[in-house]
């Protein structure tokens, strides 16, 4: 009779461990589900900010820079035509990646969204980032050698090679950040989808 009130008490342990278990495994889960939530947000945030320097860039190409500097007519054009794109691809992107998705959604649909944010951030960069900058220094340079000689003209040209300098560290810096933060959310996923 004793052994099996050892038993029954036993029994019980038992359960109430596994009860603990199950409560510290669903805290653990809507920890690391927040967790993902605060990355994806910050991912957003990113993306509007993004969108709202773009924005500001569209009228000083239209009004400050022919103005101010002299560039064509088409310079600015083109400049504020990736501007828009920018912004287009910005809202497309982050239309599909929703952050509250992380806390509520499916597992599946979260990694499937965050695997095609990382991949339109990187076809962004190859596909249209780099080859409009390029494009840009140099017809940059083109249009203000038309416009200034000699000290100005060393003066701006300087001026554009360290904006291009620390604009690629920035930017560099940004994407990378940006696809070290879509793999965290990713390994979070992993995590969740073992237990």
């Known amino acids: 009779m004793e052994r099996y009130n050892e038993f029954e008490e036993m029994k019980a342990q038992l359960a109430l461990l596994n009860k603990k278990?199950?409560?510290?495994?669903?805290?653990?889960?809507?920890?690391?589900?927040?967790?993902?939530?605060?990355?994806a947000s910050s991912l957003r945030r990113k993306a509007i900010i993004e969108s709202v320097v773009s924005l500001i860039g569209i009228p000083y190409f239209i009004w400050v820079m022919p103005n101010l500097v002299g560039l064509s007519t088409g310079f600015c054009l083109f400049v504020c035509c990736m501007l828009?794109?920018?912004i287009g691809y910005n809202y497309y992107i982050h239309s599909h990646f929703r952050p509250d998705e992380f806390v509520y959604g499916d597992l599946i649909k979260a990694r499937k969204d965050t695997l095609m944010l990382k991949r339109f951030y990187s076809n962004w960069l190859k596909f249209i980032g780099i080859p409009f900058i390029i494009v840009f220094i140099?017809?940059?340079?083109?249009e203000v050698s038309q416009h200034f000689q000699g000290e100005e003209l060393q003066s701006i040209l300087g001026g554009m090679t360290i904006g291009l300098v620390l604009g690629v560290i920035?930017?560099?810096?940004?994407?990378?950040?940006?696809?070290?933060m879509a793999d965290d959310i990713l390994t979070q996923i992993e995590e969740l989808s073992e237990d």
């Open 21 to 39: 278990l199950e409560q510290e495994t669903i805290v653990n889960e809507r920890l690391i589900r927040r967790s993902m939530k605060e990355k």
């Open 84 to 86: 828009a794109l920018a």
């Open 138 to 142: 140099g017809w940059f340079a083109y």
């Open 170 to 180: 920035i930017g560099s810096y940004q994407y990378l950040k940006t696809q070290r």
